[in-house]
């Protein structure tokens, strides 16, 4: 099972969410420990650098990368699906 992380951008982010989005975004995250690349998981190409995935929750996307070594998920960035690529 993996860590998780998440960035300050994110936390704060989903911090100011209502409670029910907040669950579904919990909820997905806790799905990433168990298996990090789930089918509907895709990669973000904006991001040649990294390697940043991207899930869907509703209207939101959760951007993470994995780092395999220290068995570590870390959000990047949770947003609205069209402000999270700005």
């Known amino acids: 099972m993996f860590s ?32 990090p690349f789930p089918k509907e998981a895709m990669r973000v190409e904006s991001y040649k650098d990294y390697k940043i995935f991207r899930v869907r ?9 994995v780092d395999f070594k220290d068995k570590l998920i870390i959000i990047v960035d949770v947003g609205k699906r069209n402000k999270i690529y700005d």
């Open 4 to 35: 998780l992380k998440f960035s300050n951008r994110a936390a704060k982010f989903v911090k100011r969410l209502e409670q029910k989005s907040k669950d579904r975004i919990e909820k997905k995250t806790r799905e990433l420990q168990e298996n």
């Open 57 to 65: 929750v509703g209207d939101f996307r959760i951007l993470y990368s």
